[in-house]
């Protein structure tokens, strides 16, 4: 019998491409998000990829009843929670709506998850715990919790919530994944990353001016002390992380305790070298408009991930040109 996998924001950027991981891979995927920010067709793209139609529930996170209810129709073997605010600006603005969906909404997933005795959860973290880095490549044991927004401090938050979670539940595993800059686009061009809020990263801004919605891409910081000004970034391809959260998956079943791992790339790429790729491979030129940094903004953070191919087997197979091709061909698709 397959495993059940609850997916919290599948219907997202990295959700989405988890869940088509997860089914190659042999298992019964159940997708739950409320579509804040992501569309329910994309069921219909996981199954035109796979061959097979998750189940997807219109579920959000802070519902504690609605996810009793979850629950108890199903029996989940593991969750993979990816349900989240996402866009480090906003949550300046926004501090207790990402408070409640982040921080409380992972809190009361927990709780169904303990009256429901799963005890398997993979956590969708990021690497803005480290805050402004004091030297790359940054590794696991480097100093976290000095983050530079709001956003930062909920996953950070969350982090420690799942560690005492596991220290009182000695049953539980959780694993945290500090993913950098996920990007680019699943090979077949089906799916994407296509929020429905304005995007904050760079990747979509550079897929807005390939399409001609916008006239140039706005660079935020061009004085950082970096070899071209622009602020270094660990870009690694969308489907590397999702095969980084089915690694995640196989070794937690056979361990207990929470535990955390980087998926990144170990390379940096400044704002203006991943510009050039999508120009290479978009076959277009991308104007550049310079502003001011923006606030929380750090210079340079890139990842070592050795941690993750010794314990995992894992490590991200796809450059930044792959990256830059795979987003481009699934614009063409999608436009």
Not at 151 to 168: I, P, Q, T, W
Not at 270 to 291: K, R, W
Request: charged letters at 20%; one cysteine or more.
């Amino acid at each position: 019998m397959k495993k059940q996998i609850l997916v919290t924001g599948g219907c997202g950027f990295i959700g989405s491409h988890t869940v088509v991981e997860l089914i190659l891979s042999g298992y019964q995927v159940i997708v739950i998000d409320d579509l804040s920010n992501s569309n329910a067709s994309v069921i219909d793209k996981i199954q035109c990829i796979t061959g097979e139609r998750p189940e997807f529930h219109q579920v959000d996170i802070c519902n504690r009843d609605a996810l009793t209810k979850l629950f108890k129709q199903y029996a989940f073997d593991a969750v993979m929670h990816f349900a989240a605010l996402k866009n480090p600006q906003e949550s300046y603005h926004l501090k207790e709506k990402y408070f409640l969906t982040n921080v409380e909404g992972t809190r009361r997933l927990l709780a169904v998850m303990e009256d429901c005795s799963v005890n398997h959860l993979i956590f969708s973290s990021s690497a803005v715990v480290y805050g402004n880095p004091s030297c790359v490549p940054v590794a696991e044991s480097a100093p976290a919790g000095a983050t530079t927004n709001p956003y930062g401090e909920n996953k950070y938050r969350s982090e420690c919530d799942l560690a005492e979670f596991c220290e009182k539940n000695l049953a539980f595993s959780a694993i945290s994944l500090r993913y950098f800059n996920p990007a680019g686009a699943h090979p077949s061009g089906v799916i994407g990353e296509q929020p429905i809020k304005p995007a904050a990263n760079l990747i979509p801004a550079i897929g807005n001016v390939i399409t001609r919605k916008v006239d140039s891409v706005q660079v935020y910081g061009g004085d950082y002390s970096t070899c071209d000004g622009t602020a270094i970034r660990d870009y690694i391809h969308v489907c590397d992380v999702a095969k980084g959260h089915v690694a995640a998956l196989e070794a937690g079943f056979a361990r207990t305790g929470h535990h955390i791992f980087n998926l990144g790339t170990g390379k940096g790429e400044s704002v203006l070298g991943v510009i050039h790729a999508f120009e290479q491979a978009s076959g277009q030129i991308i104007p550049v408009n310079f502003s001011e940094r923006r606030q929380g903004d750090v210079a340079s953070c890139y990842a070592q991930a050795d941690k993750a191919l010794q314990e995992l087997n894992w490590r991200a197979e796809h450059d930044l040109q792959t990256i830059a091709r795979d987003y481009c061909h699934w614009l063409s698709l999608s436009n």
